[in-house]
Structures are given as C-alpha cells and as structure tokens.
Nanobody
Framework: QVQLVESGGGLVQPGGSLRLSCAAS????????MYWYRQAPGKERELVAS????????NYADSVKGRFTISRDNAKNTVYLQMNSLRPEDTAVYYC???????????WGQGTQVTVSS
C-alpha cells in the first residue's frame, strides 16, 4: 500500500522556521522524484520545490528561493522541506508528491497545515 505521510506543520510567527517531513512507503522511493506543493485558501495548488531521485538536483519556486531547502534521505524513504524566514503568505496546506522516474506513476500525501501569523 502506497503511503506518503507529511508531518511537521503548525503555527509559527513571521520570521520563524519549520521543518516538514514526508515519510514514504509502498513504492521505490529512490527511483522517485519528490516534490513539495502548497495550496492556500482560494488559490490553486502550486509547486514549491523538487528534488531528483539519485543526483539530488533541486529546484525552487521564485517565491521561496533562498528561504526553503528541500532534501531527501533515501535510506529513510523521507523527503524534507526546511522553511526559514517564514512569511504570512507562506500559509497553506503543504503536500508532498512522488513521481517514479521510469513509469511516471504519481502519489500524493494528505497534506499538513502551515500557518504563519503573529
């Protein structure tokens, strides 16, 4: 059974930090490109960051460059999103997604809420 389980969300003040985790099971994590997306109320889901399966090449949305860092631990089947210098506009539900680099199969997690507010 495929599972992607996000954790680490919560309420944080502007300028603060959070570290999201996404634990994967039921598929070949090391062969999957991993993504973090977010969706704010009333807005479309947007891509935040991605990391390739083996080489670990990363990409970021312009809005988070220099503040967020995506990383992965293939031994633990986990992808992370370190979020620093958080802003109110970062408030959203954050989702992780996997995409198998060979088959193209995609899976989504259930999401974790991040709220940035004073």
């Amino acid at each position: 059974q495929v599972q992607l389980v996000e954790s680490g969300g919560g309420l944080v003040q502007p300028g603060g930090s959070l570290r999201l985790s996404c634990a994967a099971s039921g598929f070949t994590f090391s062969s999957s490109v991993m993504y973090w997306y977010r969706q704010a109320p009333g807005k479309e889901r947007e891509l935040v960051a991605s990391i390739t399966s083996i080489s670990g090449i990363t990409n970021y949305a312009d809005s988070v460059k220099g503040r967020f860092t995506i990383s992965r631990d293939n031994a633990k089947n986990t992808v992370y999103l370190q979020m620093n210098s958080l802003r109110p506009e970062d408030t959203a539900v954050y989702y992780c997604k996997s995409r198998n680099r060979w088959s193209g199969s995609e899976y989504w997690g259930q999401g974790t809420q991040v709220t940035v507010s004073s």
